[in-house]
């Protein structure tokens, strides 16, 4: 189907054989890596951190790099080690330990990390919380999680409704806590605590993280992740992401994303090499300064920041220095090809595409480096993962056939369950054991995957996957919107995007500048990823007679296609 196949440009990958590699390889084999084979003790920090630390020729290799305009501050295994045990410590003189929720929520500063290694140590479970939301989708998180404190900063601490949140005992401010005296300060803490602390030592399926997506009514779900999730971690590092033991891993996605959890801690950190860490830049001049002061050799990030730097033109990056960069690796919408080639014209590399989700905790398809790229094409999956395109019976769909994305459970850093709901409540019990993931797609005849979007109502965002019925609720909560629903639509001439009709509220009139307010509002209740292309006003909504809102109607009418 696709002529336009691109040879593999990377010498000598980590995997070089693939199709062996799927024959032989079971999640066993992965256990030799890690120290807790021979010791019998398990904590994803301790693996993370603690082991290279204690090596004499690791210890003071470099863990964290933040990169700023003035330079970086730079944090080797040994220092990381020691702050982490200080924050664990400080969880423990609070009385917070194993199965005790903390809530990050934080920009990318090197207190998120630290926070979250040191909240793994003490058996405590980590919540980010993506640093963007706004108040209504904090509230309904922190309300599920009932968390007992939360590492946040003066920047976020007006979103967080701290009178509706009885759960919650410590509220601690990283960086400039003035004005928040009322508040625990970090470094008040952490200058108390001490540098040494024993890591709680747990079972494999103890859970270590919740990460929240939006659930099939549009309310927020928490998806527990366990300990041995690192076996996930670990091998997809070194099989996608290509990790040696002298790279700069540069992950740039919001902190509090899934993403910002697994490849820009702690998957590097297990391979015992270097992270970038930093907020997302807002032009491309930042962006390159980062890579260029980092020494950034592993770039995964999103096609709007590859965007960014191809926007800005050749002439533009000569002014930087990005030579080192050796690999680059794409997440959360399809890589289109049009942008493959504009980035290997920019910077002499091909981007590789990747697909996971919330719920299969790791990179589950991916452009491997060792496999030829058909450009739109997602890749194939990791070795370990059972995999395959289902048509409406539950049977593999044909070749170049849409069907449903499945996966054959288990693999270890898969979601355990939904907190507060248990395991099953993630299974579909119509599936024959497969895992569902809501998505669809097509196998062609080589066993690549081509990815065509979501067969359900979800938004993906850098915050997650948000329902649109979650967006027809921050709508509705708007005084001007008497009612509202959403379509993921294309007009004439656009491409597909997020639309929204609103049904003006008495007293209100539908004006450029009360459609703008309404949008703002979504952004501030959600996140400002949720990007409504346009509202369209109207005197009532279409309905079917149960009462559900007629989405093809409005669809036609987006089209001209209504009486």
């Given at each position: 189907?696709?002529?336009?196949?691109?040879?593999?440009?990377?010498?000598?990958?980590?995997?070089?054989?693939?199709?062996?590699?799927?024959?032989s390889f079971s999640w066993q084999d992965a256990d030799r890596h890690f120290t807790w084979q021979a010791t019998g003790k398990i904590n994803i920090a301790h693996e993370a951190i603690d082991?290279?630390?204690?090596?004499?020729?690791?210890?003071?290799?470099?863990?964290?790099?933040?990169?700023?305009?003035?330079?970086?501050?730079?944090?080797?295994?040994?220092?990381?080690?020691?702050?982490?045990?200080?924050?664990?410590?400080?969880?423990?003189k609070l009385g917070i330990g194993t199965s005790d929720r903390v809530c990050l929520f934080l920009p990318g500063i090197p207190e998120f990390y630290i926070a979250m290694a040191g909240c793994a140590k003490a058996g405590a479970i980590i919540v980010p919380l993506y640093s963007d939301y706004m108040a209504g989708a904090v509230k309904s998180r922190m309300q599920d999680a009932r968390p007992k404190a939360i590492v946040t900063d003066a920047d976020h601490i007006g979103r967080i409704p701290l009178d509706e949140l009885p759960d919650l005992e410590h509220v601690i401010i990283a960086g400039d806590d003035q004005g928040c005296a009322r508040f625990r300060s970090w470094n008040r803490e952490m200058d108390a605590a001490s540098p040494c602390f024993e890591p709680v030592w747990l079972e494999p399926v103890d859970p270590f993280l919740i990460i929240y997506t939006s659930g099939p009514d549009g309310s927020p779900v928490g998806l527990v992740h366990v300990h041995e999730a690192m076996k996930g971690y670990l091998m997809t590092a070194r099989w996608v992401l290509d990790i040696r033991d002298d790279d700069v891993v540069f992950t740039l996605g919001r902190p509090g994303w899934f993403m910002s959890i697994v490849y820009s801690a702690f998957a590097p950190w297990l391979c015992g090499v270097a992270s970038v860490v930093c907020d997302v830049p807002d032009t491309a001049g930042e962006l390159y300064q980062a890579i260029e002061?980092?020494?950034?050799?592993?770039?995964?990030?999103?096609?709007?920041?590859?965007?960014?730097?191809?926007?800005?033109?050749?002439?533009?990056?000569?002014n930087f220095n990005c030579s080192r960069l050796r690999h680059l690796l794409s997440v959360l919408?399809?890589?289109?090809?049009?942008?493959?080639?504009?980035?290997?014209?920019?910077?002499?590399?091909l981007v590789h595409d990747t697909w996971w989700s919330a719920e299969t905790g790791m990179i589950t398809i991916a452009n491997m480096a060792c496999l030829p790229i058909k450009p739109g094409y997602l890749g194939k999956?990791?070795?370990?993962?059972?995999?395959?395109?289902?048509?409406?019976?539950g049977n593999d769909a044909p070749y170049f056939e849409m069907g449903r994305l499945a996966l054959r459970p288990p693999w270890p850093a898969m979601a355990r369950g939904i907190?507060?709901?248990?395991?099953?409540?993630?299974?579909?019990?119509?599936?024959?054991?497969?895992?569902?993931?809501?998505?669809?797609?097509?196998?062609?005849?080589?066993?690549?995957?081509?990815?065509?979007?979501?067969?359900?109502?979800?938004?993906?965002?850098?915050?997650?996957?948000?329902?649109?019925?979650?967006?027809?609720?921050?709508?509705?909560?708007?005084?001007?919107?008497?009612?509202?629903?959403?379509v993921r639509a294309a007009a004439p001439g656009e491409p597909k995007r997020i639309r929204a009709f609103v049904v003006p509220a008495p007293g209100f009139k539908p004006v450029a500048e009360l459609e703008r307010a309404i949008i703002d509002h979504v952004g501030r209740m959600?996140?400002?990823?949720?990007?409504?292309?346009?509202?369209?006003?109207?005197?009532?909504?279409?309905?079917?007679?149960?009462?559900?809102?007629?989405?093809?109607?409005?669809?036609?009418?987006?089209?001209?296609?209504?009486?």
């Open positions: 189907m696709f002529d336009n196949v691109i040879r593999p440009v990377i010498a000598d990958p980590n995997l070089s054989d693939y199709a062996g590699t799927c024959r082991r290279h630390a204690a090596d004499p020729h690791r210890s003071e290799k470099v863990c964290l790099i933040c990169p700023q305009a003035s330079g970086s501050t730079v944090y080797t295994y040994s220092r990381m080690r020691n702050l982490s045990n200080r924050f664990a410590n400080v969880l423990k002061h980092s020494g950034a050799t592993v770039l995964y990030t999103t096609p709007s920041v590859y965007s960014l730097m191809t926007d800005a033109g050749p002439d533009y990056a000569r919408e399809p890589l289109s090809p049009e942008m493959i080639f504009a980035v290997m014209a920019l910077l002499k590399l999956p990791c070795p370990g993962l059972v995999t395959a395109v289902l048509d409406e019976h907190w507060g709901q248990g395991s099953r409540a993630l299974h579909d019990p119509d599936s024959r054991s497969w895992f569902m993931t809501g998505d669809v797609a097509f196998i062609d005849h080589e066993g690549y995957y081509f990815y065509q979007g979501r067969a359900d109502d979800a938004v993906i965002t850098s915050a997650g996957k948000i329902n649109i019925s979650e967006i027809e609720q921050a709508l509705r909560r708007h005084p001007a919107a008497a009612d509202a629903a959403v959600l996140s400002p990823d949720i990007a409504l292309a346009s509202i369209h006003w109207c005197s009532v909504l279409p309905r079917h007679s149960d009462g559900r809102i007629n989405t093809l109607a409005l669809k036609a009418s987006l089209l001209g296609l209504t009486d």
